[in-house]
């Protein structure tokens, strides 16, 4: 099965940047299309962005302009760039395999001053 690892979780002041990342193994990475989802207290699970195999991107509406996800392949790593932070921003950050069920156990991110 793939296995997702998420690391960079940290407490930020609003304004401040994080950058995020995941280990994937177990799949073929360069062929995988990979997600960050988040998931903010008391609400549902939601896209934050996505890119393909080929490094195609897309972003949540509150993402764009921000956040900047990226890959390298040779390291098997998906990374998540969050920039001017917000609180609403705070939320357990996961990477998934996209369309899978294989998803990491997730990052906390906390912005507050």
């Known amino acids: 099965q793939a296995l997702l690892v998420e690391s960079g979780g940290a407490l930020v002041q609003p304004g401040g940047s994080l950058t995020l990342s995941c280990i994937a193994s177990?799949?073929?990475?360069?062929?995988?299309?990979m997600a960050w989802h988040r998931q903010a207290p008391g609400k549902q699970r939601e896209l934050v962005a996505l890119?393909?195999?080929?490094?195609?991107?897309n972003y949540a509406d509150f993402a764009k302009g921000r956040f900047i996800i990226s890959r390298d392949n040779a390291k098997n790593t998906v990374y998540l760039q969050m920039n001017a932070l917000k609180p609403d921003d705070t939320a357990v950050y996961y990477c998934?395999?996209?369309?899978?069920?294989?998803w990491g156990k997730g990052t906390r991110v906390t912005v507050s001053s």
């Open positions: 998934n395999l996209d369309g899978s069920p294989y």
């Open positions: 177990d799949i073929t990475f360069r062929v995988a299309n």
């Open positions: 890119i393909t195999y080929n490094e195609q991107t």
